[in-house]
T-cell receptor
Framework: DGGITQSPKYLFRKEGQNVTLSCEQNLNHDAMYWYRQDPGQGLRLIYYSQIVNDFQKGDIAEGYSVSREKKESFPLTVTSAQKNPTAFYLC????????????????FGEGSRLTVL | KNEVEQSPQNLTAQEGEFITINCSYSVGISALHWLQQHPGGGIVSLFMLSSGKKKHGRLIATINIQEKHSSLHITASHPRDSAVYICAVPRGTGNQFYFGTGTSLTVIP
């Protein structure tokens, strides 16, 4: 079945370490996103990519990096520069509809919970 | 001010009750999304609607574009409906969204 796979589901990091969260989709979607979820807050956009080899910063990109070398993959690296990385991270994808604003359904992965020790 | 406001924040219901979750937004939109986040954390899309009403099983979503308001109804609620329900509306033209903070629903047997 088509969908989005995130790994790992749980990840522990020591301060000063970089960690990479994996996101793979087989939906043939052009657009992919990384969101951060904290208790009591709505999802916040970290990075998004509308097409291979292109990505844009979201609202809270500081301390994070991404790459989009393949259509199906959009890994997120949480760097040591991220001051408060403990959170739940969600990857999503949607069809890219050129010229139309936001009419695509979002598909989400199961999430990755990162804890800094 | 949040662009998307949901109410209530938390909701507890007895099995079988009719449930309503509300979403108000302040921006002009082309479509509104209702999402369900299950206890494990994954999110699924329930509805995407731009006018009127949509129904899927026991779930019904309505939207009033003029009043900038949408409701999600659950008929004959069941403990498996326990989840966080999130409203989202488009933002700009880059497939970005404003998300509500969610309504946490618990259905008691």
């Amino acid at each position: 079945d088509g969908g989005i796979t995130q790994s790992p589901k749980y990840l522990f990091r020591k301060e000063g370490q970089n960690v990479t969260l994996s996101c793979e989709q087989n939906l043939n979607h052009d657009a992919m996103y990384w969101y951060r979820q904290d208790p009591g807050q709505g999802l916040r956009l970290i990075y998004y990519s509308q097409i291979v080899n292109d990505f844009q910063k979201g609202d809270i990109a500081e301390g994070y990096s991404v790459s989009r070398e393949k259509k199906e993959s959009f890994p997120l690296t949480v760097t040591s520069a991220q001051k408060n990385p403990t959170a739940f991270y969600l990857c999503a994808s949607s069809k890219r509809l050129a010229g139309l604003a936001n009419t695509g359904e979002l598909f989400f992965g199961e999430g990755s919970r990162l804890t800094v020790l | 001010k949040n662009e998307v406001e949901q109410s209530p924040q938390n909701l507890t219901a007895q099995e079988g009750e009719f449930i309503t979750i509300n979403c108000s937004y302040s921006v002009g939109i082309s479509a509104l999304h209702w999402l369900q986040q299950h206890p494990g954390g994954g999110i699924v899309s329930l509805f995407m609607l731009s006018s009127g009403k949509k129904k899927h099983g026991r779930l019904i979503a309505t939207i009033n574009i003029q009043e900038k308001h949408s409701s999600l109804h659950i008929t004959a609620s069941h403990p498996r409906d326990s989840a966080v329900y999130i409203c989202a509306v488009p933002r700009g033209t880059g497939n970005q969204f404003y998300f509500g903070t969610g309504t946490s629903l618990t259905v008691i047997p």
